[in-house]
């Protein structure tokens, strides 16, 4: 099987998405489009290297703004699909927030936000659009030397409630401050955490428990508060949080639920009475000792009230920039999860996993454009990159279908600053597909178009 044949093996699916034949097929060859276009990934160049320059465009810009059609559900193949390359009794999936960087002015999703490249000592601002990620972390390390694979299974817009303006009447301000607290970051995780425990018992995962893991900015009350059935939570806590046990009826009094003597992490990591242990993980490219601390049944009076938590400190990881340089720590990380029962080494494996997610958002952005697309329709906004976001997903569970987890044979012979490379990379999967698209024009036949190079370069020379 090749990695063409393996696309569009995945995303035969879709065709229970779409209204119409002719939308589903719209839609795949959108989605190729925008896999092998070169330079930016605007819509128009989308159309001129699938060979439609001289056709009417409109069809193409009306599959988002006018077509009815749930775009979260492309992601539901991929799912299925790649939930038999995830064995174990817990399934991993990483969930965060990127944003999309606009100039126009006149898309209504846009806002002002922190940008997360702006230096520590001065808070820059940028306007664009707000996703929230979902990411499926597939273990490749339990079969090959190889890292996690994130495939994303969730990319659903969330921006936020705008202010009214100056001469906003006292009603108009309390429904802004009422719809805020319904509409934002944190519930929209409680939201997403529920739909996709939801898919994974469509998709014949009801006996797996979803282990949800996010970054600093989920771990709040809100996110605690609302955890789907056979679901837990494992996030990064801060060092200062104000962490308890129980109260002992014969020390606290019989009425109290929460013990007066308080602690946080750091001073857990920094307590020389309870004992580091060590376990191997798999990061890096190879398996390495961690070195933690674990404190069961915790309580977190302000952010997780009456439920109880398990507190994992991870010691700093030395590390050297050559053999010649001097030791140097990366900083502890504290963890909080709702998990009290499975091992901690599983935990562990799946928060280090957890920066798969960060590489599907470079891919994303910096490889395939997501987000280049000028488009201003309040629908098609959210909907565009969604498309382009589930073929990357797509492409991502074919090479595993197709070729396995390992860099093979098939693939370009790499060059010699990167032949140690194990792991085909999504510029290796992209080449791979322009490829064989040009040299099997019939297995795009039933889509009605073919590519060729001079197609492509044309394309992006315009």
């Known amino acids: 099987m090749t990695l063409l044949e393996a696309f569009l093996d995945v995303t035969a699916p879709w065709l229970s998405v779409f209204p119409q034949q002719r939308t589903f097929q719209r839609a795949v060859r959108q989605a190729l489009g925008s896999l092998v276009c070169l330079g930016r990934r605007c819509l128009t160049r989308i159309i001129w290297t699938n060979g439609g320059q001289h056709d009417s465009w409109s069809a193409d810009y009306f599959l988002h703004s006018r077509c009815q059609w749930d775009p979260q559900a492309l992601f539901q193949p991929v799912l299925k699909q790649a939930l038999e390359y995830c064995p174990s009794r817990l399934v991993g999936v990483a969930i965060d927030d990127t944003k999309l960087r606009k100039t126009g002015r006149c898309i209504p999703q846009t806002f002002y936000q922190r940008d997360p490249m702006s230096p520590p000592f001065h808070v820059n601002l940028v306007l664009g659009l707000r996703f929230l990620q979902a990411s499926l972390l597939v273990p490749l390390h339990r079969n090959a030397p190889v890292g996690t694979r994130a495939l994303p ?18 009603e108009m301000l309390k429904d802004y401050k009422e719809a805020a607290k319904q509409k934002n970051l944190s519930r929209s995780f409680v939201d997403m955490g529920l739909q996709l425990r939801q898919e994974l018992d469509h998709a014949g995962g009801q006996k797996k428990i979803l282990v949800l893991t996010g970054d600093g900015s989920f771990c709040n009350r809100t996110c ?32 109290r639920f929460y013990g007066t003597s308080k602690f946080t992490p750091e001073s857990v990591r920094k307590d020389e009475s309870c004992g580091w242990k060590t376990t ?38 030395p590390y050297r920039k050559s053999q010649s340089k001097r030791l140097y720590y990366r900083d502890p990380a504290y963890l909080l999860t709702t998990d009290l029962s499975s091992s901690t080494r599983q935990l562990l494996q799946i928060y280090f996993d957890r920066w798969q997610i960060e590489v599907n958002h470079r891919e994303e952005k910096d490889t395939l454009g997501v987000g280049q697309a000028q488009l201003w329709n309040e629908t098609s906004v959210p909907k565009q990159p969604v498309l382009s976001v589930a073929a990357y997903s797509a492409l991502l569970l074919a090479s595993l279908k197709a070729f396995g987890a390992e860099r093979g044979a098939a693939y370009a012979e790499l ?29 795009l036949a039933s889509l009605g178009f073919q590519i060729t190079d001079s197609d492509m370069v044309r394309a992006a020379a315009a």
């Open 153 to 170: 299974i969730r990319f659903q817009e969330v921006s936020r409630v705008k202010r009214p303006g100056k001469r906003a009447t006292e």
């Open 415 to 443: 060059p010699k600053w990167r032949r140690s490379a194990r792991r085909p990379s999504c510029l290796d999967l992209i080449t791979l597909l322009r490829k064989e698209m040009t040299q099997q024009p019939a297995l």
């Open 224 to 255: 605690f508060g609302q955890i789907p059935e056979r679901s837990v939570l494992l996030v990064r806590a801060r060092k200062d949080a104000k962490l308890c046990f129980r109260a002992i009826a014969s020390q606290d009094g019989p009425r």
């Open 280 to 317: 191997k993980l798999f990061y890096g490219g190879k398996r390495r000792k961690i070195r933690y601390k674990e404190v069961p049944q915790v309580y977190w009076q302000r952010g997780a009230k009456q439920r109880p938590l398990r507190l994992i400190v991870i010691a700093p990881t």
